[in-house]
């Protein structure tokens, strides 16, 4: 198998099993690093007076965090979807023992569904003040 396809499932995504653990053992690495860099440095009040201070302002304008989370996943995300047509679809655990993942999954090639998300949300744009 070549080291590709071992870490990703496709061109874009980590494969569920080896990709996500090593870049789950790589991030441990670096917190681990930081904070053995920190039990030998403590922070000082220069440090503090920089963790202190404002985030710059956006590379691109008005490009700033949200304040809601749009992310549905689970039951969540079944309760904000109407599934207006479904053909070869059901809500099913395509996990593992101990890792749940629900979600609408095709049970048969060529399925398809319709969904129409059921809330809505009022997005405010404009400037923020970065002070």
């Given at each position: 198998?070549p ?11 980590l494969s ?16 681990d ?17 920089i ?19 749009r992310c549905l996943?689970?039951d969540?995300?079944?309760s ?6 479904t ?10 023992k ?5 979600g ?6 060529g ?13 405010v744009?404009?400037?923020?003040s970065?002070?």
């Open positions: 198998m080291l590709q396809e071992a870490f990703f499932g496709d061109a874009y995504h569920s099993h080896t990709g996500h653990r090593v870049l789950g053992e790589l991030l441990m690495l670096i917190f690093s930081a904070k053995g860099d920190l039990d030998r440095h403590p922070l000082d009040t220069a440090d503090q007076a963790i202190s201070a404002p985030l710059p302002v956006p590379l691109h304008k008005d490009n700033y965090e949200s304040a809601h989370d996943i689970g969540s995300f079944k904000a979807v109407v599934w207006e047509a053909n070869g679809f059901a809500w099913l655990n395509d996990g593992t101990g890792r749940v993942k629900f609408m999954i095709a049970e048969e090639v399925s398809r569904g319709t969904l129409c998300i059921k809330y809505t949300c009022q997005l744009f404009g400037s923020q970065a002070s």
